[in-house]
């Protein structure tokens, strides 16, 4: 069986109410191989705007260095690891 029909035959066995999760799946895996996929590409929904709203309130434009939010938290690079 070519990868092809295996894929048909999963798409056959999902129910038609759920198709429209995989034909979005789908189409964003097509983008990007076809290097067309762009921010712009996927709309944000609300919560993605509700996210980011509350991210511009905080953000202050400062940035810090991992080294300084280790030592600012007391940790090491070696607390990273496992």
């Not at 999902?14 to 590409?41: C, F, R, S």
């Amino acid at each position: 069986m070519s990868n092809r029909e295996r894929a048909i035959q999963i798409i056959d066995s999902i129910p038609d109410n759920k198709l429209m999760v995989i034909i979005d799946i789908l189409e964003a895996l097509q983008a990007h191989i076809n290097g067309t996929m762009t921010p712009e590409t996927v709309q944000p929904d609300e919560w993605d705007m509700t996210m980011i709203a509350e991210a511009e309130k905080v953000n202050d434009g400062e940035t810090v260095s991992l080294d300084e939010m280790l030592a600012k938290d007391g940790l090491t690079y070696a607390d990273l690891q496992d």
